[in-house]
């Protein structure tokens, strides 16, 4: 299954900020739309890098007070592990096992097309082996 047939069955909701946002804002978005990770864009819309939950409490634990009201060019990743959507389910396993992280940008000419997480790795997964199961069933029923 390629990334993006992933993508056409979840939906392409990409939710960022601008570089130039601060940190709160970032958390904001995190928590209104319940999701573990915010991308951070440029003025043209451009990947810039990437905030996530473990982003903010890793600075948090470095400063307690006053973070939110930084940028958040100051939390966020900057060096983004990015995949095209004619990407494998197995290339994006492969980048998140190999790099420990748990969300990848997917963009296309420059463009982000989405993002698939772990949560969308596992659940295509357990699809697949649930689909596998129900034919060898029926094929040891026949």
């Known amino acids: 299954m ?3 047939e992933i993508l056409e069955r979840k939906g392409r909701d990409v939710y960022a900020v601008e570089n130039t946002a601060k940190l ?3 958390i904001e978005v995190l928590n209104d739309k ?3 990770v915010v991308l951070v864009t440029d003025a043209q819309g451009k990947l810039d890098g990437i905030l996530s939950e473990r982003d903010i409490v890793r600075k948090s ?6 973070f939110r009201d930084e940028c958040v060019t100051k939390s966020m990743t900057s060096r983004v592990f990015t995949l095209p959507s004619s990407a494998s389910l197995e290339d994006v396993m492969e980048i998140m096992s190999g790099s420990k992280i ?4 997917i963009v296309d000419d420059g463009e982000i097309a ?6 969308d790795v596992v659940k295509r997964k357990i699809a697949d082996a649930e689909q596998e199961a129900a034919h060898l069933r029926s094929y040891i029923s026949a």
Request: zero cysteines; charged letters at 25%.
């Open 2 to 4: 390629s990334v993006k």
């Open 24 to 26: 709160r804002e970032a």
């Open 34 to 36: 319940n999701i573990g």
């Open 61 to 66: 634990l470095r400063q307690e007070s006053g």
């Open 102 to 105: 748990r969300h990848v940008p």
């Open 114 to 119: 989405g993002v698939v997480s772990i949560g």
